[in-house]
Nanobody, 125 residues
Framework: QVQPLESGGGSVQAGGSLRLSCAFSGHMFSNYAMGWFRQAPGKERELVAA????????LYADSVKGRFTISRDNAKNTVYLQMNSLKPDDTADYYCAAGRYSAWGGNEDFAAQYWGQGTRVTVSS
């Protein structure tokens, strides 16, 4: 059974930082690409960042480029999302997902297959 489990959410003031962690239970963590999504109240869930199995390819939403960094440690079965210069617009429930990373003709995409339960991030102004 593949089950991502997020941690590290909380409340922070604008301009601050948080690091989310996602522990992966199940076999063959290194077989999966990993991603972080978020869903703000009243909005659709959106992809924030993703990376392939080795961490050599990453993609980010335009809204977080230069502020967020996704990384993984395959020895620890864990993926991270370092969030700096947080803004109130970053307030959302953040979800970790395991899935598939695709790259073709200059395009990249991440398709989630297994979801975590989510962790809440609140950024106050």
């Amino acid at each position: 059974q593949v089950q991502p489990l997020e941690s590290g959410g909380g409340s922070v003031q604008a301009g601050g930082s948080l690091r989310l962690s996602c522990a992966f239970s199940g076999h063959m963590f290194s077989n999966y690409a990993m991603g972080w999504f978020r869903q703000a109240p009243g909005k659709e869930r959106e992809l924030v960042a993703a990376l392939n199995w080795s961490g050599t390819h990453t993609l980010y939403a335009d809204s977080v480029k230069g502020r967020f960094t996704i990384s993984r440690d395959n020895a620890k079965n864990t993926v991270y999302l370092q969030m700096n210069s947080l803004k109130p617009d970053d307030t959302a429930d953040y979800y970790c997902a395991a899935g598939r990373y695709s790259a073709w003709g200059g395009n990249e995409d991440f398709a989630a297959q297994y979801w975590g339960q989510g962790t809440r991030v609140t950024v106050s102004s």
